[in-house]
């Protein structure tokens, strides 16, 4: 969410007319997206802010902003912390001077990749323990369904391949709208476009995902089988004190229905380890499900309290950095180990890859199912589908003759 945000604000301040630098000093207008998802990142962009001090002093200064996740409802707080900074606004609230609040999500990207994103819901009602998000983001606000299909249909006549959906929980798309569209009825519409080969969304929640949407993706033939659907733990009594509103028996309910219907999805799903409590017992039983269910890719995080949330304020941050750490490694491992069987199997198959880019002398681009693909070509194919056989595989990407 926080790059489609950077690029929609570089477009936003090109057409200001500003134009990109890749040094600081050169600067006239710095603007920091930030991101506070876990402590680390946290961390980085204080040290960022401290770093630009420096740069402060100098003649002419340059305008200094941040937005992201870092403004909380205190920016007394942060102005009082940063005086050197100029300006600070929630993500989503810009000021009169970077046009009306809201303007930002209509704003394109002015160079858009092959693949690009599109934001199609802000914000989050879930409050699930661990989180801040809902705290800085804000209720969910869907865009609607007109918005996003003339988007879409604008961003395919410039070229544009695909187009990735996004939202902080995509299944509750539309709720807030009249009508209530959903989401399977807004990829529908996408599907109609003509020049537009693919469609991926992200991210899903359990608690929230329809059989209607697991049809959409089933029937429509440029929806990409592929989904992120985070599990976060295989243990009820820790899924019920993060507050995510499903039990390990849903989910495993769910992820069997959704392989019925579209066997050749790829799964990918979220894990926190060290959650507060945590047990010895209840890690192995994240690491079972893990090893049952068999996931593309997972996506594992070491819990990290942040402030303001209920699990901060209810629960002590009991399980040591290293135990922490330890569990990290056994489902890196486990993950690793999985991915390398699954990929395996794609050996000698062919892989329609959409490029989008190139990086020492080889295209890569995504399989419909989302795997990273390398291969040689000396042709011009930058925002090409091609199909490449794959000839050798490991847990992280394939690679493949054009
Ligand atoms: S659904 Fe996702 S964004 Fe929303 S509170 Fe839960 S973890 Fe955070």
């Avoid at 401290?50 to 200094?64: G, N």
């Avoid at 539309?174 to 693919?198: C, M, T, V």
């Avoid at 017992?281 to 303001?308: G, I």
């Amino acid at each position: 969410m926080n790059k489609a945000e950077s690029e929609r604000l570089a477009s936003l301040f090109q057409q200001l007319g500003y134009q990109p630098t890749l040094a600081a000093e050169e600067a006239d207008l710095i603007l920091l997206n930030s991101c506070v998802v876990r402590q680390s990142a946290e961390n980085r962009v204080i040290n960022k802010l401290s770093a630009l001090k420096s740069l402060k002093k100098s003649r002419p200064s340059p305008t200094l902003a941040v937005t992201g996740c870092l403004v909380n409802s205190d920016a007394p707080g942060l102005r009082e912390r940063f005086p050197h900074v100029d300006y600070f606004f929630k993500p989503g609230d810009y000021p009169q001077w970077l046009k009306e609040p809201g303007q930002l999500l209509r704003v394109l990207p002015e160079r858009p990749q092959p693949s690009t994103f599109v934001p199609i819901i802000q914000g989050c009602d879930n409050f699930c323990s661990y989180c801040i998000v809902p705290y800085r983001r804000g209720r969910e606000r869907s865009r609607p369904v007109a918005e996003i299909v003339g988007e879409a249909k604008e961003l395919a006549r410039r070229g544009v391949k695909e187009v990735v959906l996004l939202g902080q929980n995509v299944d509750s798309y539309g709720h807030d709208l009249p009508g209530k569209p959903d989401l399977s009825q807004l990829l529908y519409e996408l599907n109609d476009i003509d020049s537009l080969a693919r469609i991926r969304f992200l991210t899903n929640h359990p608690k929230d995902m329809s059989l209607r949407l697991i049809e959409a993706i089933a029937s429509l033939d440029k929806v990409c089988e592929q989904l992120n659907l985070p599990v976060q733990s295989g243990d009820n009594e820790i899924l019920k004190a993060m507050r995510r509103g499903y039990s390990v028996e849903h989910y495993h309910q769910l992820i069997r229905q959704i392989r019925s219907r579209i066997p050749e999805i790829a799964l990918i799903t979220d894990v926190i380890v060290g959650f507060p409590g945590e047990s010895k017992e209840q890690f192995q039983a994240t690491v079972n499900l893990l090893r049952e269910l068999r996931f593309d890719n997972v996506h594992v995080a070491v819990y990290s309290p942040r402030q303001e949330t209920t699990s901060a304020r209810e629960y002590e941050d009991n399980i040591p950095p290293s135990v922490k750490k330890e569990r990290l490694n056994i489902v890196e491992q486990l993950q690793e180990k999985i991915a390398t069987e699954i990929n395996a199997e794609l050996l000698g198959k062919t892989v329609e890859v959409l490029v989008e880019g190139r990086k020492k002398g080889k295209w890569h681009g995504r399989s419909r199912s989302g795997k990273l693909v390398f291969f040689s070509e000396n042709s011009e194919l930058l925002g090409h589908m091609v199909k490449v056989k794959i000839a050798k595989t490991s847990p992280w990407s394939l690679q493949g003759k054009g």
